[in-house]
């Protein structure tokens, strides 16, 4: 039983542990920050000039 617990645990930490790296990559990868400043998000003048 203890093995099966100890198992389980180092499973659910491992699991843990990659999500972890993938999620933080993934998102130093992607760099929001520099998606906006390559290309900002566009004005919608018809709707502004529309009144």
Not at 17 to 44: C, M, Q, R, W
Request: glycine share 8%; charged share 20%; hydrophobic share 45%.
């Amino acid at each position: 039983m203890i093995l099966m617990i100890v198992t389980t645990l180092g499973f659910v930490i491992s699991l843990g542990i990659v999500g972890i790296l993938l999620h933080y990559f993934t998102n130093k990868a992607l760099n929001l920050e520099d998606a906006k400043s390559i290309d900002p998000i566009p004005n919608d003048e018809v709707t502004e000039s529309g009144d």
